[in-house]
């Protein structure tokens, strides 16, 4: 185990940090299949795990991977894997599955180029829309985005905590860039950093109703083993976890999977603000691109160019309410990402002919770098 709180700065990748913020998170259980570049997540996990008691599982494939963490969690364990793009392809049927039985449990999706095994060891922000919508079906989704390797530690525990309190999985989108530049961090002491358990059941369990609604949108939830025994399923499912085809049913279900998020909306979205108070132009960027970002900032305001940056770590459910009154004011808006345009579409829906919308992709598997973006802020 880590020396959590002894004060000594680490010299960790991306990836190691991912490992350390799960521990820290009270993650037990980890299933996965290695893939380039998120495979150190799995070799570090494989001797991490046990030295605290937890269970590692090198499954024959992404899918069952999936299928393992969902029945890890519903035996209690905080439970998470790791993958890639093909990877990440193959888990949506499970992703599914775990939104509609509302099986906490988080996965992390290390991005690289693309489609099919594309640039395997190369960067891209090519997962931003699968991340939403790769599994079927009308679903709500938490996902975050990372930045640096400090954001990896903590954003793997407000990962955990968003799915134990919400009851859903949650998607931790890292690139190969973040994954693997290593930084020094200090990692903080137990007990600094909140830990969220999921909320189990008062009653005795013959009178527990497993998918029952409350005020917060989200059913307290049994663990098998402790007699809570109730019906899991894919199907859409009443109150009691059997399954339904009752308009009267179906339509209060669904709507309080999106409401157990629309309704906590204040808590799951995060943005992170340089220099917008008086900013003229602005760029909105995530993960390793808003590292690139924020020195471009920097420069443009040596140069007397008045550039502010959002950095985008709630990525679903897109932070419309923060980003709008920063579009109504400014004169432009630069958004940079690794892929052919999939957030900036985003940003121009909410936008709605608010102030001007610039793009700056790039697809060849190189990061893009600040002065890439400064020229593209003089220009704006």
Not at 209 to 233: C, K, L, Q, S, W
Request: net charge negative.
């Amino acid at each position: 185990m880590a020396d959590y709180g002894d004060g000594k700065p680490r010299l960790l990748q991306g990836n190691e940090a991912v490992v350390e913020g799960a521990l820290y998170a009270g993650c037990r259980f980890f299933a996965g299949y290695p893939i380039t570049p998120a495979t150190e997540i799995s070799e570090v996990m494989s001797y991490r795990l046990p030295a605290v008691g937890g269970t590692f599982i090198q499954m024959e494939d992404e899918i069952a991977s999936m299928g393992a963490v969902i029945g890890a969690s519903l035996a209690g364990a905080k439970a998470m894997t790791a993958t890639s793009g093909p990877g990440f392809s193959l888990m949506q049927e499970n992703l599914g599955f775990g939104c509609v039985a509302e099986v906490p449990l988080v996965i992390v999706n290390v991005m690289r180029g693309g489609p099919s095994t594309g640039l395997p060891t190369q960067v891209s922000q090519g997962d931003v829309m699968q991340a939403r919508w790769g599994t079927h079906g009308d679903h709500p989704i938490i996902v975050l985005a990372a930045a640096t390797t400090w954001d990896c530690f903590i954003l793997t525990v407000k990962a955990f905590n968003l799915a134990e309190k919400y009851r859903t999985p949650v998607i931790l989108l890292s690139d190969e860039v973040v994954a693997h530049t290593r930084e020094k961090i200090v990692l903080p002491p137990p007990g600094a950093l909140e830990v969220v358990e999921r909320v189990r059941p008062s009653m005795p369990p013959e009178w527990y109703v497993p998918y029952e609604d409350n005020a917060r949108g989200v059913p307290e939830m049994g663990i098998f083993g402790d007699g809570y025994r109730y019906h899991v399923t894919g199907l859409i499912h009443d109150v009691h976890g059997f399954p339904t085809e009752r308009p009267d049913e179906i339509v209060p279900f669904l709507n309080r999977l999106f409401r157990k998020i629309t309704q906590h909306f204040a808590d799951i979205q995060m943005v992170e603000e340089e220099l917008t108070e008086d900013a003229e132009v602005l760029v909105i960027a995530y993960g390793s691109v808003s590292r690139s970002a924020k020195r471009a900032v920097t420069e443009a305001r040596q140069r007397g160019i008045k550039a502010g940056l959002i950095k985008l770590v709630t990525l679903w459910p897109f932070p419309r309410k923060i980003l709008e009154p920063l579009l109504a004011r400014v004169r432009g808006v630069l958004v940079p990402e690794l892929n052919m345009g999939q957030m900036s579409r985003e940003v121009k829906r909410v936008n709605q002919g608010m102030t001007r919308v610039e793009t700056l992709n790039r697809i060849d598997g190189n990061l893009i770098t600040p002065g890439e973006i400064f020229e593209k802020l003089v220009k704006l």
